[in-house]
T-cell receptor, first 114, second 114 residues
């Protein structure tokens, strides 16, 4: 079936450093790629998304890049802060019976140390 | 204050018992979803509904049931047939299900088995 692989599973950085999380997907029909941040005991919150008609999108300290040929996309967080510590999930859309479902990666636990 | 609410925050189930998780949204979204989250795994789709009075099975529907009698509400019942129900359950909604729309998540319900 369709799947999304996410790496690394855990990431530890010093405050102020950059963090990069990478995802690969298998469905060539995928054309929407959101990233969610989940804090402990809470629901995921959308932080940025990208559609297949662009290769890069930026929102302040976070950016997402997309390579459709290679079927991978990445989340970049610059100038990390302790409040960035959370679990991050990538997802890719998958058309299925007139409906676009999201396939999620397994998540990356990011720890930012002061 | 618009958003998605889930209740209860914690739920305990006894052997052989059916339990119902509540999900309400006031975003005027047509589509609603239920996901299951297990430690170290991504979100897996249980059921989804693109419109009132219609719903479809997701990837792991066995042992679960839903209803969609009102646009705002999409309750999930975990039946006694679900042998491993301990998990974090997340409800989400989007403007529509047929086009690619952002999914917004509720705060989640943690289900534990006594």
């Amino acid at each position: 079936g369709e799947n999304v692989e996410q790496h690394p599973s855990t990431l530890s950085v010093q405050e102020g450093d950059s963090a990069v999380i990478k995802c690969t997907y298998s469905d060539s029909a995928s054309n929407y790629f959101p990233w969610y941040k989940q804090e402990l005991g809470k629901g995921p919150q959308l932080i940025i998304d990208i559609r297949s008609n662009v290769g890069e999108k930026k929102d302040q300290r976070i950016a997402v890049t997309l390579n459709k040929t290679a079927k991978h996309f990445s989340l970049h967080i610059t100038e990390t802060q302790p409040e960035d510590s959370a679990v991050y999930f990538c997802a890719a859309s998958h058309p299925s019976g007139g409906y676009n479902k999201l396939i999620f990666g397994a998540g990356t636990r990011l720890a930012v140390h002061p | 204050d618009g958003g998605i609410t889930q209740s209860p925050k914690y739920l305990f189930r006894k052997e052989g018992q059916n339990v119902t998780l509540s999900c309400e949204q006031n975003l005027n979204h047509d589509a609603m979803y239920w996901y299951r989250q297990d430690p170290g795994q991504g979100l897996r789709l249980i059921y989804y509904s693109q419109i009132v009075n219609d719903f479809q099975k997701g990837d792991i529907a066995e042992g679960y049931s839903v209803s969609r009698e009102k646009k705002e509400s999409f309750p999930l019942t975990v039946t006694s047939a679900q042998k491993n129900p301990t998990a974090f359950y997340l409800c989400a909604s989007s403007l529509s299900g047929s086009s690619i729309e952002t999914q917004y998540f509720g705060p989640g319900t943690r289900l534990l088995v006594l």
